[in-house]
Nanobody, 120 residues
Framework: QVQLVESGGGLVQAGGSLGLSCVVS????????MGWYRQAPGKQRELVAT???????DYADSVKGRFTISRDNAKNTVYLQMNSLKPEDTAVYYC??????????????WGQGTQVTVSS
């Protein structure tokens, strides 16, 4: 069993900041990547930011320069620091991880989501 538990969402005014965190727990052999996606009402889920085991990061163009993803490998935790938030950042944010549960079995896992609301 693998669980991803997010925390840190909430309501913030435009221009403000929020930090999200996600802890991955359970039967973990090796984590390949961790990341954040978001889904706004009536829209498809989209990539926000990801980081792989080597430390490489990737961001959606819409958040570059404002959001920062980081990870603590010892704690199996990924963070998302969101600055200069805009109303269009309002969405449910989901944590995602590709990981191996043993030397051969891997899959993609999702958290339950945390709401981020940015008021204008």
């Amino acid at each position: 069993q693998v669980q991803l538990v997010e925390s840190g969402g909430g309501l913030v005014q435009a221009g403000g900041s929020l930090g999200l965190s996600c802890v991955v727990s359970g039967t973990i052999f090796r984590i390949v990547s961790m990341g954040w996606y978001r889904q706004a009402p009536g829209k498809q889920r989209e990539l926000v930011a990801t980081t792989n085991s080597g430390g490489a990061t990737d961001y959606a163009d819409s958040v570059k320069g404002r959001f920062t993803i980081s990870r603590d490998n010892a704690k199996n935790t990924v963070y998302l620091q969101m600055n200069s938030l805009k109303p269009e950042d309002t969405a449910v944010y989901y944590c995602n991880s590709y990981l191996y549960t043993d030397s051969r079995a891997w899959a993609s896992y999702w958290g339950q989501g945390t709401q981020v609301t940015v008021s204008s």
